[in-house]
């Protein structure tokens, strides 16, 4: 049971290059979200899904496509990499049974630099 | 709207107790949680509280929710080196079905040796 892993570990673009972003959960979560971490600003919520083939806008979704063709997988695109999103991604997925207690079990990060 | 509040930094000694401060706004929240993140890894949940407990106690670990200030602390007993992390407050409220969780800023521990 390898929890939630991502893929890559480190990432290195320039400007106006696309990458995308793994993030794979082995343990049928219904609910899986990216966010970026940046110093100070804690956590930031890109895009969400709450089931395989839907996603949602979170609080800083400028700049980022989602896809959820899997229910064990989220991608997160950036088209056209910009200095601003130099940050640390992590992904995380969380069940829906407990009720309304939403333990989210988070990815080990990517650290992706913009030059 | 949410926001959750935490000062950036705190430093202890080892063996004193720590004690996180976190305020939030949504009076709607669900839960409360602090995580725990350690360098160069992702969050993992320290521990949980429903919003109609005042207190939750897990071995050296203390949560105090104060529903009138919108205040949610994390006590920990006998602070060890191993508790050097960033710990972050959430709270979660139902949006149109959805469990919303919104994190708070991080507050780094270092624990002195």
């Known amino acids: 049971n390898a929890g939630v892993t991502q893929t890559p570990k480190f990432r290195v673009l320039k400007t106006g290059q696309s990458m995308t972003l793994l993030c794979a959960q082995d343990m049928n979560h219904e609910y899986m979200y990216w966010y970026r971490q940046d110093p100070g600003m804690g956590l930031r919520l890109i895009h969400y899904?709450?089931?395989?083939?839907?996603?949602a806008k979170g609080e800083v979704p400028d700049g980022y496509n989602v896809s959820r063709l899997k229910k064990q997988n989220f991608l997160l695109g950036l088209e056209s990499a910009a200095p601003s999103q130099t940050s640390v991604y992590f992904c995380a997925s969380s069940s829906t049974s407990g009720g309304a207690l939403r333990e989210q079990y988070f990815g080990p990060g990517t650290r992706l630099t913009v030059t | 709207g949410e926001d959750v509040e935490q000062s950036l930094f705190l430093s202890v000694r080892e063996g004193d107790s720590s004690v996180i401060n976190c305020t939030y706004t949504?009076?709607?929240?669900?839960?409360l949680y602090w995580y725990k993140q350690e360098p160069g890894a992702g969050l993992q949940l320290l521990t949980y509280?429903?919003?109609?407990?005042d207190m939750k106690q897990d071995q050296r670990l203390t949560v105090l929710l104060n529903k009138k200030d919108k205040h949610l602390s994390l006590r920990i007993a006998d602070t060890q080196t191993g508790d050097s992390a960033i710990y972050f407050c959430a709270e979660s409220m139902d949006s149109g079905g959805y469990q919303k969780v919104t994190f708070g800023t991080g507050t780094k521990l270092q624990v002195i040796p």
């Open positions: 899904s709450v089931g395989e083939g839907t996603t």
């Open positions: 509280i429903f919003s109609n407990m």
């Open positions: 949504d009076s709607s929240s669900t839960y």
